[in-house]
């Protein structure tokens, strides 16, 4: 599996996200009720995206967004998700972890400057960022967007178009920003995505599976499994040197596709901001 820190809204074809909930989201709003009381996970989901589609007007048809076929199928223990680590068939599929965050240990995950940002700690919601751009507008004075390296862009509206800041590849973020700040117009700032953001330089690392890496993550999750019992040197290739963090608000992120490596991918999905369910 090749471990990434927030993957895009729209996983690929093999995907494991390991959810950690919002703390005010539709399904923490939906599991406190009678009408969920004793429901499976898989059918908490299907009656929150039914909820949604209604709310949104969403044009996709019920017969596609809720065909069973086409359903993630969810583990509800570390043990579960370890099976799914070590021996797991992830093809086609995608594998939902609730509450596998909090449940891994890996609630403090997340490199200590962007978690500020994030406005993880902070305990108005309201007081949180509800954007990438403003994500990385409070990175911009820490000093911790030059330690780092990745890719900005953000979207036209109507026609859908991404327009990538300061270049295409890979960058310091330090200059990507400044792009940014130059480039985007304020009525575009919502669709701002930051994505494959890992450390500049290497740094070394603890605990002997690997000498260095550039995640940006304190822990990853090849180490976390490690520290669950899977003795993750005898798989064939786990990629948690240079794992990507991505960064998105409400309906920004990459489009559908198919990485380029047929790698499974494990998520670690946590809201840049709660839901707010304003219209009930």
């Known amino acids: 599996p090749k471990p990434g820190a927030g993957r895009p809204r729209v996983p690929g074809p093999r995907h494991v996200a390991i959810a950690s909930p919002p703390r005010n989201s539709a399904m923490g709003v939906f599991q406190g009720k009678a009408e969920l009381a004793g429901a499976t996970p898989a059918e908490v989901y299907m009656k929150v995206v039914r ?36 021996v797991g068939d992830h093809l086609n599929q995608v594998v939902v972890f609730p509450d596998g965050v909090r449940l891994l240990g890996q609630q403090e995950a997340i490199h200590p400057g962007i978690r500020a940002a994030l406005g993880f700690d902070e305990a108005d919601d309201l007081q949180r960022p509800q954007s990438a751009y403003e994500v990385l507008e409070r990175l911009a004075p820490t000093g911790v967007l030059d330690a780092l390296k990745g890719k900005v862009t953000y979207s036209k509206k109507g026609s859908g178009q991404v327009i990538t800041a300061g270049g295409s590849g890979n960058a310091c973020m330090a200059g990507k920003w400044e792009a940014l700040r130059k480039e985007c117009p304020s009525d575009l700032r919502d669709s701002v995505y930051a994505s494959e953001m890992r450390l500049l330089d290497s740094e070394l690392c603890q605990g002997g599976l690997r000498a260095k890496r550039k995640s940006t993550l304190k822990r990853t999750m090849r180490e976390t499994v490690y520290e669950h019992g899977v003795d993750v040197r005898k798989m064939l290739f786990w990629d948690d040197f240079s794992e990507g963090f991505f ?34």
Not at 54 to 81: I, N, S
């Open 51 to 86: 909820r949604v589609m209604e709310a949104a007007g969403w044009p996709w048809p019920e017969k596609a967004m809720l065909d069973p076929a086409k359903q993630p199928r969810f583990v509800t223990t570390v043990e579960e998700f370890l099976q799914e680590m070590h």
């Open 247 to 280: 960064i998105g608000g409400h309906m920004s992120g990459y489009d559908l596709h198919t990485d380029c490596i047929p790698t499974s991918n494990v998520g670690h999905d946590a809201p840049i901001r709660p839901d707010r369910d304003r219209d009930g």
